[in-house]
């Protein structure tokens, strides 16, 4: 069984900088892509970032390319996601996921992923 577990959300304010963390549990972490995901109140849920097994590969949503980073840590089995640049709207609840194994094309739905972790606020006030 494959958990994960987020940490690092809060209340920030508009610039500010945060950065989230995703501890998984399982030893075949280091062999899937990971993902970062997000859920703003009233909204589905998007894709933010993620992440080749290697950590070779990134890729990012066009509205968070160039102020967040997501990285990987195989050997600790985690994945973080460096916030920079934080404006409202990134507000919203922020999710881990695993998804396939390999290193193929970049994935985008949350379709894709079948573990998650149960969310991290963050709140940027303006």
């Known amino acids: 069984q494959v958990q994960l577990v987020e940490s690092g959300g809060g209340l920030v304010q508009a610039g500010d900088s945060l950065r989230l963390s995703c501890a998984a549990s399982g030893r075949t972490f280091s062999s899937y892509v990971m993902g970062w995901f997000r859920q703003a109140s009233g909204k589905d849920r998007e894709f933010v970032a993620g992440?080749?097994?290697?950590?070779?590969?990134?890729w990012y949503r066009d509205s968070v390319r160039g102020r967040f980073t997501i990285s990987r840590d195989n050997v600790k089995n985690t994945v973080d996601l460096q916030m920079n640049s934080l404006n409202y709207e990134d507000t919203a609840v922020y999710y881990c996921?695993?998804?396939?194994?390999?290193?193929?094309?970049?994935?985008?739905?949350?379709?894709?992923?079948?573990?998650w972790g149960q969310g991290t606020q963050v709140t940027v006030s303006s």
């Open positions: 996921a695993r998804g396939p194994p390999g290193s193929g094309r970049y994935y985008y739905n949350a379709q894709e992923y079948d573990y």
């Open positions: 992440i080749m097994w290697d950590g070779r590969r990134t």
